[in-house]
């Protein structure tokens, strides 16, 4: 079984800069989420997807990220501008039940803003 | 909010002995889910072993076993027979039935052998 793909897989750019990165879960699984683990700290939800629609987006600076999951498939998720501050791994998780808190993740996308 | 705290930001254990890693939480719910995500380097985190409150035995899987002490809100992790491969980042984390997982903030484990 194929396992969550996140690409790229590295990135640096300057502030103010727009990166977007991408995720395609495990086949099936109808929740997605991503998370933002800073250096040093647990992941933090970002947002929850239930197939197509926003479970819980509360942690999401909306002012500069956004996400989408076309078709209750595949997602993205954008920051523009970034800030210093933004630089992290985005990790994209998924899961074929909301309830049971057992989470797959990818490896990861590692953002640098210089 | 409901908060996990890991206490130690680092632990070492020599090859082939035990270790335990802690773990509080705080909740005022009495139905939710804790669990142990285990991170290795460059390597993406995976699920260890989990816990539903409402049950009074201690979950185990294989070396990993924890200690659940609900009046305490207490969730430690005990991993037998330590294994070079068992170096990583642990993450304690807590879930309200179908709500999001919160995470502690992890501890290193370093393994010697």
């Known amino acids: 079984e194929a396992g969550v793909a996140q690409s790229p897989r590295y990135k640096i750019i300057e502030k103010r800069q727009s990166v977007a990165f991408w995720c395609n879960p495990i086949?099936?699984?109808?929740?997605l989420y991503w998370y933002q683990q800073i250096l040093g700290q647990g992941p933090k939800l970002l947002i929850q997807f239930q197939n197509n629609g926003v479970v819980d987006d509360s942690q999401l600076p909306k002012d500069r990220f956004s996400a989408e999951r076309l078709k209750g498939v595949d997602s993205t998720l954008k920051i523009q501008p970034a800030k210093l501050e933004d630089s992290a791994v985005y990790l994209c998780a998924s899961s074929l039940f909301r309830s049971t808190g057992e989470l797959f993740f990818g490896e990861g996308s590692r953002l640098t803003v210089l | 909010a409901q908060t996990v705290t890991q206490s130690q930001p680092e632990m070492s254990v020599q090859e082939a002995e035990t270790v335990t890693l802690s773990c509080t939480y705080d909740t005022s719910e009495s139905d939710y889910y804790l669990f142990w995500y285990k991170q290795p380097p460059s390597r993406q985190m995976i699920l260890v072993i989990r816990?539903?409150?409402?049950?009074?035995q201690n979950a185990t899987e294989n070396r990993f076993s924890v200690n659940f002490q609900k009046a305490a809100k207490s969730f430690s992790l005990k991993i037998s027979d330590s294994q070079l491969g068992d170096a990583a980042m642990y993450f304690c984390a807590y879930m309200e039935y179908g709500n999001k997982l919160v995470f502690g903030a992890g501890t290193i484990l370093r393994v010697k052998s």
């Open positions: 816990q539903e409150a409402y049950k009074q």
């Open positions: 086949s099936g699984h109808a929740t």
